[in-house]
Antibody, heavy 119, light 111 residues
Framework: EVQLVESGGGLVQPGGSLRLSCAAS????????MHWVRQAPGKGLVWVSR????????SYADSVKGRFTISRDNAKNTLYLQMNSLRAEDTAVYYCARNRHKENYFDYWGQGTLVTVSS | QSALTQPRSVSGSPGQSVTISCTGTSSNVGGYNYVSWYQQHPGKVPKLIIYDVNKRPSGVPDRFSGSKSGNTASLTISGLQAEDEADYYC???????????FGTGTQVTVL
């Protein structure tokens, strides 16, 4: 059974930091590009970041560039998102999702973890 | 990249067909045949229902179909059913750096 399980969300003050994790199982993590997608309360889906299979290439949405860092540990089948300098507008459910190598869609999604940035 | 444009809501009676448009630019929808659609019920995780413009994953009913013309992609739900009431998001590949741009989302209501 395919599973993507996010953790690490919670309440943080503006300017603070948080590290999200996404543990993968049931599929070939080492053949998967991985992504973070977020959804603010009552709003739509927004792509945040992606990392290639080897972890050597990353990219970010303009809204998080320079503040967020995506990484992965293929030995642990785990994806990470380090979030620094958090702002109120970063409040959202954060989903990890994967696209299989050479495909261009998200076929597996985690259940999401809520990040709330508030004083 | 700006979000792709979708109508805020569409509605139809059971058995009818509804079509959701998704308008982008030549840098995303018009430039690649990599449009995907996701269904999201309230409080649930998005589910892939269409990929590569018009392909359906295993298990997705053939009532769902996709197409594209120029910079606009479309999702059609034929034979609308009560369980189709959900939010729908398009997403287009937009190059190796940005990867994916989502649409603004459309709420489908079954009357």
């Amino acid at each position: 059974e395919v599973q993507l399980v996010e953790s690490g969300g919670g309440l943080v003050q503006p300017g603070g930091s948080l590290r999200l994790s996404c543990a993968a199982s049931g599929f070939n993590f080492n053949n998967s590009w991985m992504h973070w997608v977020r959804q603010a309360p009552g709003k739509g889906l927004v792509w945040v970041s992606r990392i290639n299979i080897e972890g050597t290439s990353t990219s970010y949405a303009d809204s998080v560039k320079g503040r967020f860092t995506i990484s992965r540990d293929n030995a642990k089948n785990t994806l990470y998102l380090q979030m620094n300098s958090l702002r109120a507008e970063d409040t959202a459910v954060y989903y990890c999702a994967r696209n299989r190598h050479k495909e261009n869609y998200f076929d597996y999604w985690g259940q999401g973890t809520l990040v709330t940035v508030s004083s | 990249q700006s979000a792709l444009t979708q109508p805020r809501s569409v509605s139809g009676s059971p058995g009818q067909s509804v079509t959701i448009s998704c308008t982008g630019t030549s840098s995303n929808v018009g430039g690649y045949n990599y449009v995907s659609w996701y269904q999201q019920h309230p409080g649930k995780v998005p589910k892939l229902i269409i990929y590569d413009v018009n392909k359906r994953p295993s298990g997705v009913p053939d009532r769902f179909s996709g197409s594209k013309s120029g910079n606009t992609a479309s999702l059609t739900i034929s034979g609308l059913q009560a369980e189709d009431e959900a939010d729908y998001y398009c997403c287009s590949y937009a190059g190796s750096y940005t990867f994916g741009v989502f649409g603004t989302g459309t709420q489908v209501t079954v009357l």
